[in-house]
């Protein structure tokens, strides 16, 4: 009854409520006494309160943790037409289920046929989802995710291991994207600076996996960013570490050499200054099965000049695959860009973004110089697959 209303809302149908609900239906009633409880014994004797409080903040729990898990299942729902019309049409197929459904109760092994097949459009196993969709490829090296405006790579090293530069926005999209690629296990999750498209969604990646370390540039602004990583750190007992220019590490196949920012970058930002936090964005270079990548956080023209003349920039020259600074804005330095002469770059954007992002002439200017240009508005997912020169991409 409450579904067409739903979907007028959210544009969404959702495949786990009802289920979600009967699991969470034996919570409600004690923690709604328990609340209304609390509410009542507050204004006389607040050490009750605290006590009834406490006691239904369990169940309250209990029916929060079944939301969360319910909506991170990959097939927890299916866009939908936001509109009355769509409303209409949903009321229509409900009832049409209904019907259906009543006919399949007299067929008890057609009604665990389908149970089968519903709980498997909901959980999407990863080596059910690469069978039928392909995805991820086999032989993947690198992923982009799709996590709207922001920015969450992934870095195969090993079976079931990945390191994680960004995280993205939204800790339910970066989650999504580390369960279809079956990560259980992060050696490092490396954040190229504080701006919250690049750390929100820190949660969806120690959700559920073994996290050895978070590294972080030394420019903490935003302040409240800053913070927010260092909580999540220490909840988890996660050591933090500053990444600076000059560090190298490995982790399985993977190589990576730390080219930006200096060992000594400033510890504030002068009102005025051009880059900020983005100049701050640790850069990496990386090196797995032959390939090489050059990945740029937000670098803006004054530290991407700086890193072209940096000791470093003779191995800049010429990767095989470009993370685009700053999710292709026009805040690039073009000499730049010719000299690292991409074979691919990559785009990390939101579908509509009010930014303008990627612009028009940053495009133009990588496609001008021979660079096959894919972004996630419009190709989804992008993984880089193969070895050395033979580097091919797929999309999700």
Request: hydrophobic share 45%; glycine share 10%; charged share 15%.
């Amino acid at each position: 009854m409450c579904a067409p209303v739903v979907a007028v809302l959210s544009a969404r149908v959702s495949l786990v409520g009802v289920p979600c609900n009967l699991l969470a239906e034996f919570a409600v009633a004690p923690a709604t006494v328990l609340g209304f409880a609390a509410l009542a014994a507050a204004p006389v004797a607040m050490p009750l309160a605290e006590s009834l409080a406490w006691c239904g903040g369990w169940p309250a729990e209990w029916i929060a943790g079944i939301a969360r898990t319910g909506a991170r299942l990959p097939g927890a729902g299916v866009d939908w037409p936001g509109s009355w019309a769509g409303a209409a049409l949903l009321a229509l197929v409900t009832v049409g289920v209904l019907l259906a459904g009543r006919r399949l109760l007299r067929h008890p092994w057609w009604c665990g046929l389908c149970a089968l097949l519903l709980i498997l459009v909901v959980v999407q196993p990863p080596p059910l989802a690469r069978v039928i969709k392909g995805w991820p490829p086999p032989d993947w090296r690198m992923v982009m995710c799709d996590v709207g405006q922001g920015d969450a790579l992934v870095l195969a090293a090993g079976e079931g291991t990945a390191v994680v530069v960004d995280t993205g926005p939204d800790p339910a999209l970066v989650d999504h994207c580390l369960r279809s690629l079956g990560i259980t296990r992060v050696p490092l999750v490396l954040l190229t600076h504080y701006h919250a498209d690049h750390v929100a969604g820190l949660p969806g990646v120690l959700r559920g996996r073994s996290v050895g370390a978070i590294g972080t540039t030394a420019l903490e602004e935003p302040a409240d960013q800053a913070e927010f990583v260092r909580r999540q750190a220490t909840a988890r007992h996660i050591p933090l570490r500053r990444a600076s220019a000059g560090e190298q590490r490995r982790s399985g196949p993977l190589s990576w050499q730390v080219v930006w920012p200096p060992p000594s970058p400033p510890t504030t930002t002068a009102p005025g200054t051009e880059g900020g936090p983005n100049d701050a964005s640790v850069t990496l270079l990386v090196r797995t099965a032959g390939i090489r990548l050059l990945l740029l956080g937000d670098l803006e023209p004054p530290a991407q000049r700086e890193l072209a003349r940096s000791p470093a920039a003779a191995a800049l020259k010429g990767v095989d695959v470009l993370k685009v600074a700053h999710h292709g804005s026009a805040h690039q330095d073009f000499a730049f860009l010719r000299q690292v002469a991409p074979r691919l770059a990559l785009i990390s954007c939101g579908e509509d973004n009010t930014y303008g992002h990627p612009a028009p002439g940053t495009v133009a200017a990588l496609r001008a110089q021979g660079a096959t240009v894919l972004r996630t508005d419009r190709d989804g997912a992008l993984a880089v697959t193969g070895k050395g020169r033979e580097l091919r991409v797929a999309g999700d």
